[in-house]
Nanobody, 119 residues
């Protein structure tokens, strides 16, 4: 019901910043709670951040609190992940995901964007 495309990844030095974007098709982004996940080399996919439909409630995994900020612009069908003070351990493929308000799990996923943080 929704197609997600991530962008904004790249190579940065430790301590630098990136802003990832997730574009949703069909003018449907405000129907979903949104999340960011990541998968580092040799590790399983993990939760990073989530935001509710209105953008009024956010939650982060402990390792990124104070450094990452999730936000959304429903008028533009965009969800963002602002990443500051990046560390080498943040290196991963980052995925945008969406879940319907009546579903317990994220059903829709983008293809991911690579973030590499050099030391």
């Amino acid at each position: 019901q929704v197609q997600l495309v991530e962008s904004g990844g790249g190579l940065v030095q430790a301590g630098g910043s990136l802003r990832l974007s997730c574009a949703a098709s069909g003018r449907t982004v405000n129907r979903y709670h949104m999340g960011w996940f990541r998968q580092a080399p040799g590790k399983e996919r993990e939760f990073v951040a989530r935001i509710d439909r209105s953008g009024s409630s956010t939650y982060y995994t402990d390792s990124v609190k104070g450094r990452f900020t999730i936000s959304r612009d429903n008028a533009k069908n965009l969800v963002y992940l602002q990443m500051n003070s990046l560390k080498p351990e943040d290196t991963a493929v980052y995925y945008c995901a969406a879940r319907s308000t009546d579903r317990p799990l994220y059903d829709y996923w983008g293809q991911g964007t690579q973030v590499t943080v050099s030391s």
